[in-house]
Each structure stands twice: as C-alpha cells, then as structure tokens.
C-alpha cells in the first residue's frame, strides 16, 4: 500500500506485516503476531525514502499575509461611553472565563408569563425587531450554538431562558417585533419586563446598518415609562466597518470607524432624551458582531457585551480581574407576601408592574 507525499513513498505498517506472511508462507496472507505488536494507539508509520524520489523539489512554503494591525479592533474602541468606564484587560479576561468555563444550559421556553419558571438568580434580556440577530448575539456570547437562528423573521416565538456559569446568572432571549411578530407575544413580554423580580437589565439591539427604527423609539419610551434598566446594543457592525468582502485599507478603516462613531454618538439624545418620562437608557453604547472575528475564537465586541451583561447581574470583578462582591440572590416569588403584589390588582400571581417616577402604575402594550 504505497502513498505518495510531498515526494516521499509511505509504506504503512499494514503493508509490512502482509508481506512477512506472504513470505513466511501463511495461507491467511496476515501475520497477526506482528499486527499485535503495533498497539491500537500508535500509528507508527514507516517512511521509505526512494532513491529516485530523494532530489525530489519540495512544496513552497505559504506565503506570509502581510501585517494588517489597524484590522485588529479592541473591544473598548467599540463602545461609546459617558457614564460608565472601560472595562479593564483583566476585567474582559474575567467575563470571557465566566462564560466559558461552565457550558450554558437551556432552561425553560414560556409563551406566557405566568407560566414562567420561578428563579433566585439575576436575569437580563435581550430584545429587538425581528432578525435583528438576538439568537445569532446569543450563540456568540455563550460561545454554544444553543439558540435557534434563522433568516426568516419571527423565528424565535417563545421566551427562552439560559443559565450560565452553573446557574448563576440567566440569559432570555425573546420573541422579536415588527415583521413576523404577534401581537400577544408584546404583552407577554412587557408583562416580564415590567413585573419580573430577577429582572437586571433589558438589551435592546439595533441594527448598526439600519439605525434605530420608529419601533425601536417607541420601545424606548415605554422602557423609560416603566422605569425598566436598558441599555442599547448595534448588532451586525462588521457591517459598518467592513462592507465588501475585500479588506480594507487602513484609511478606509479610519473612515468607517470615524463614521460609526460620529452614529453612536448621535445616539446619545435618543437613548437618554430629556422628556421626563422617566429614566433613560444607561450612558453606554456597545456594538458587537456575531459573524466577524478579530482574533482567532473572538467576535467583534462580544468580550464588552460580556462585561456589560455581569455588571448588569452584579457579577463584575474589579479592576484586577478578581471577584469585588458576593453572588447576587434574588427572593422567589413564591414566597413574597401576598400584600406585596396588591390584593386589589387584577394581575397574574407573581406579576408586579413597576410604577413610573410619579408613582403611577403604567399599564402598556407592545404592538
């Protein structure tokens, strides 16, 4: 059994012990005393240099790519920040471990609210019009191709729960609006999002290429109204900054970075506008992309959306890298006291609304 590679002839072990025993005269044709000597766990191979193959020319070594550092995008050059600090290298090493070193599970999928799965763990969400990328955000951030993608919109039609880092922490990927979408699956979710207990923060993603739509505004005021902690994040931002399939140059880079930046930036009065309706979205800009690496085995942004996502469950580290506080534990619901809720409100067990800063019940509906 003759193999030609790189100008040399393999002549495998297998080959040898059927040629002993041709010549040893046995009628099986296979010597089995010298097969047993070569252990299932070796793959020793003989290699038989021919004479007329030994000036043999050899294959040509791949050409080096030339160095291309300003390809190479920090996660901090990603985001735009005004009321937080960058996370720290050793702070985005400490996300990146808590997310990897303990594979993520899937939990429970609930179409309705009151048939949600009580916890005592932080949760965050994340939510956004319909392929906008949440699952494709999630699978990234997770490092697991646990969430269902799809390009058709309306894919994911259930609000589906995560636990990462053996049960710490809880990841909700929901149902998205606009084309595809339901009707009942907006109130469902506002019903989460004004009255889940466990509830940290709400991720609203917006596409970086499209910018944020008429429904993304109205989202954000019923965020502002129900007094929910969100914070916005541009998906799909290899987009931006890599448009053709061809690799920019680096003055082409410097532009399309000076173009999403100049995006995020006007951002700022939209997230944070000053109509009194209640708080606005934390002063922090992510964007990220679950298709383009950077690095081998690291996505654009995805180490901040990390960061930003423990800091949101009060699971973040300090500025060394090393755990600043204890686990967060949130009550169960099932043992609130039932004046907690209002025995005069007509609402679902384990559902509270959050009241507006004046102190109003607000009572909305996502369309």
């Not at 070569?38 to 790519?65: D, F, G, M, V, Y």
């Amino acid at each position: 059994m003759l193999t030609r590679v790189s100008g040399t002839t393999l002549l495998t072990a297998g080959y040898l012990n059927r040629t002993c025993s041709q010549r040893q005269g046995l009628s099986s044709g296979f010597n089995w005393g010298l097969r047993r000597n070569l252990t299932s766990t070796t793959t020793e191979t003989h290699i038989l240099h021919c004479s007329h193959l030994r000036n043999a020319p050899t294959i040509p070594s791949k050409p080096q790519l030339p160095s291309r550092p300003w390809l190479k995008v920090s996660d901090n050059a990603l985001a735009y920040r005004w009321d937080t600090t960058a996370p720290t290298a050793s702070q985005l090493k400490y996300a990146d471990d808590f997310f990897l070193r303990h594979a993520p599970k899937f939990l429970w999928s609930a179409e309705k609210f009151r048939t949600m799965d009580f916890g005592n763990v932080p949760e965050v969400a994340f939510l956004g019009r319909s392929n906008v990328g949440k699952s494709s955000l999630l699978n990234a951030l997770l490092n697991r191709k646990i969430s269902h993608t799809s390009s058709k919109p309306g894919r994911t039609r259930s609000m589906n729960a995560f636990s990462v880092h053996d049960g710490r922490l809880v990841i909700l990927d929901m149902p998205g609006y606009g084309k595809g979408s339901r009707g009942e699956w907006g109130k469902e979710i506002m019903k989460y999002l004004m009255g889940r207990k466990q509830l940290r923060r709400a991720f609203l993603l917006i596409d970086a290429g499209h910018g944020i739509k008429t429904s993304d505004q109205q989202l954000l005021g019923i965020l502002r109204q129900a007094a929910v902690p969100h914070q916005i994040l541009l998906s799909k931002v290899d987009r931006v900054l890599f448009p053709t399939a061809r690799m920019p140059s680096e003055p082409s880079m410097e532009r399309n970075f000076s173009h999403l930046r100049r995006f995020m930036e006007g951002m700022r009065d939209i997230v944070q506008p000053k109509t009194g309706d209640g708080p606005g979205a934390l002063g922090e800009v992510l964007t990220c992309s679950a298709e383009k690496s950077v690095e081998v085995g690291k996505k654009m942004g995805i180490g901040g959306v990390r960061w930003a996502v423990l800091s949101a469950g009060g699971l973040e580290s300090n500025s060394l890298g090393r755990k600043s506080c204890s686990s967060v534990v949130v009550a169960n619901e099932e043992e609130e006291d039932e004046e907690y809720f209002g025995s005069a409100m007509n609402v679902p067990a384990g559902f509270r609304p959050r009241t507006s800063p004046s102190g109003h019940q607000t009572s909305l509906k996502l369309h």
